[in-house]
């Protein structure tokens, strides 16, 4: 379950679409203090929001899916019962089973 969020998502793309239609481009540290979030917060939405822009339609929609685990980990049981534990690297089509 991830963690949950400081800023809401409404609050977000809010703050982004007013730095980007302000002429000149304000000072975010300065522009995150009148709104109350944290300016490296901001700096980081700017970021993400330019970096989406700049991928192609099908990368675009990847970025706001969650990534798949780095790793799982399987156990089968031995005859004793003790467990054996194998850890991969990316889930195989065996494991969906």
Not at 21 to 27: G, I, L, N, Q
Request: glycine share 6%.
């Amino acid at each position: 379950m991830p963690a949950p969020r400081k800023y809401p998502l409404e609050l977000r793309e809010r703050v982004v679409r007013m730095y980007r239609t302000a002429e000149p481009k304000p000072v975010i540290r300065r522009m995150a203090e009148e709104l109350g979030v944290h300016h490296e917060a901001l700096r980081g939405w700017i970021r993400q929001a330019e970096a989406h822009d700049r991928l192609p339609g099908a990368a675009a929609a990847m970025v706001d899916e969650p990534h798949p685990p780095a790793r799982t980990a399987r156990a089968t049981f031995t005859a004793g019962g003790s467990p054996v534990i194998f850890v991969f690297r990316q889930p195989s089509a065996w494991m969906s089973v």
